[in-house]
């Protein structure tokens, strides 16, 4: 079992950056794949970006691809999520999450959840 805690969100401009932070405790942090969501009031949560077990390898949704950036110090059982030129629509609440495989974009294939940091853009 892996816990995960997220932090690092806020309120920014429009074309602002961010770097969120997800913390993981327990000894099987580096054989995991990891993943961020986001979710905004009345949506579903939705993939944003993953990255494989050693930090070799990243997927990103369409949405933030060439924005963001997904990264990970296995050493320090750390996950960052990079949010550059950031645009209203990724006002949301970001979460962290453990994958049972990579590349994994649907939240069904993720099993251990940090409780979110919410990001706010404003216009």
């Known amino acids: 079992q892996v816990q995960l805690v997220e932090s690092g969100g806020g309120l920014v401009q429009a074309g602002g950056s961010l770097r969120l932070s997800c913390a993981a405790s327990g000894r099987t942090f580096s054989s995991y794949a990891m993943g961020w969501f986001r979710q905004a009031p009345g949506n579903e949560r939705v993939f944003v970006a993953a990255?494989?077990?050693?930090?070799?390898?990243?997927f990103y949704a369409d949405s933030v691809k060439g924005r963001f950036t997904i990264s990970r110090d296995n050493a320090e059982n750390m996950v960052y999520l990079q949010l550059n030129s950031l645009k209203p629509e990724d006002t949301a609440l970001y979460y962290c999450?453990?994958?049972?495989?990579?590349?994994?974009?649907?939240?069904?294939?993720?099993?251990?959840w940090g409780q979110g940091t919410q990001v706010t853009v404003s216009s």
């Open positions: 990255i494989n077990w050693d930090g070799g390898n990243a």
């Open positions: 999450a453990t994958a049972r495989s990579y590349p994994a974009t649907t939240q069904y294939k993720y099993d251990n």
